[in-house]
């Protein structure tokens, strides 16, 4: 189950504005709209994609993930956002993304890779290209750009940017903002960044400090990497248990030889609930069981841990904007 931070979620929305329904936007990957932003609270990257294409229904996109790249700030981060200043040069705060992004994605790795011109920065993301993809891909550029220009003392823009997917309608708000040769339908998503901007020493660059971060990151990734043996095995004793109904913390916790409060604080210190994670689990077995024809309708409903067909159906409605019936026949007709 990939995830990733829910700072990305909300900027999207509050990108958005009154265009569309806040509260529900943000529901249908399981976060309060009142709730303060944590950028560790994870949300399911899949749950994020169809957040993107619900959207893309309503309003107009193409912008999108420009507007909300460009928001990013480095002290919406925590110790990483701290640890990309701190370096020494822009060189140094791409190393600490390409070593540390695990803290706040499981889905993306980044890569830098020495060029004649310089270094290409980039961006691998697993899944197929769809379009909630493409968007998120569009904006981790952008934002990778904004965050730089944060840092560096001169202005700075990438020598070119690279997207793997073909071009919008519109590319004037990408070319505007990177200010330089925009590649679309290339071989890869990244940016090709100059040897004398990589030099560039950051205007806040500490070797101190950014020795003190990167061994604080240094162990929250290790305690993410062992956290997510924990996830994985309490996803499967969630989804094993809800046939006989909402499975209860203490149950699962007591099954993982943990006490209640020890399970929360290890979840919470992988940024998630034990109700967003039992929401994620139902979500993605409610879908596993749809694609297969042998089981009902009702037999998923009650596989998934609801006691009726109806509430099952509104709740997979909010999950993914369609009604499991809907779902399943899609499914079946892209198969043909």
């Not at 529901?27 to 893309?56: F, Q, T």
């Not at 990167?214 to 499967?236: C, M, P, S, Y």
Request: aromatic share 8%; proline share 5%; glycine share 6%.
């Amino acid at each position: 189950m990939g995830q990733i931070t829910s700072l990305f979620a909300r900027k999207v929305v509050a990108a958005a504005g009154d265009a569309v329904d806040a509260p529900a936007v943000l529901a249908s990957v399981g976060l309060d709209a009142d709730a303060p932003w944590d950028p560790k609270e994870m949300i399911p990257a899949d749950a994020y994609y169809d957040m993107l294409e619900r959207l893309a229904a309503q309003v107009d996109v193409t912008a999108l993930p420009v507007e909300v790249g460009a928001s990013m700030r480095c002290d919406e981060y925590g110790a990483l956002g701290l640890a990309w200043k701190a370096a020494p040069n822009l060189l140094g705060s791409f190393s600490r993304v390409q070593r540390y992004a695990r803290l706040w994605t499981s889905v993306v790795a980044y890569e830098l890779r020495p060029v004649p011109e310089g270094m290409l920065y980039v961006v691998h993301r697993a899944g197929p290209q769809r379009l909630g993809v493409r968007l998120s891909n569009e904006t981790t550029l952008v934002a990778t750009v904004a965050l730089a220009r944060q840092v560096c003392p001169v202005r700075f823009a990438p020598l070119a940017v690279y997207v793997q997917h073909a071009a919008p309608s519109n590319t004037a708000h990408h070319e505007a903002y990177f200010g330089c040769p925009v590649h679309f339908a290339a071989e890869h998503d990244g940016l090709l960044l100059s040897t004398d901007s990589l030099e560039q020493p950051n205007k806040l660059g500490d070797e101190g400090i950014s020795r003190y971060l990167t061994l604080h990151l240094d162990a929250e990734l290790a305690e993410i990497r062992e956290d997510g043996a924990l996830v994985v095995q309490a996803k499967d004793a969630i989804a094993q248990s809800l046939s006989e109904g909402a499975p209860k913390m203490a149950d699962i916790a007591r099954g993982l030889g943990l006490s209640v409060r020890s399970f929360h604080r290890r979840l919470s210190d992988h940024g998630m609930s034990f109700q967003t994670l039992t929401e994620a689990t139902r979500r993605e077995l409610a879908e596993g069981l749809l694609r297969d024809d042998s089981y009902s309708l009702a037999e998923v409903a009650f596989l998934t841990g609801f006691a009726e067909q109806s509430s099952f159906s509104r709740a997979f409605k909010r999950w993914v904007g369609l009604t499991p019936a809907k779902f399943r026949k899609d499914r079946s007709a892209t198969r043909r």
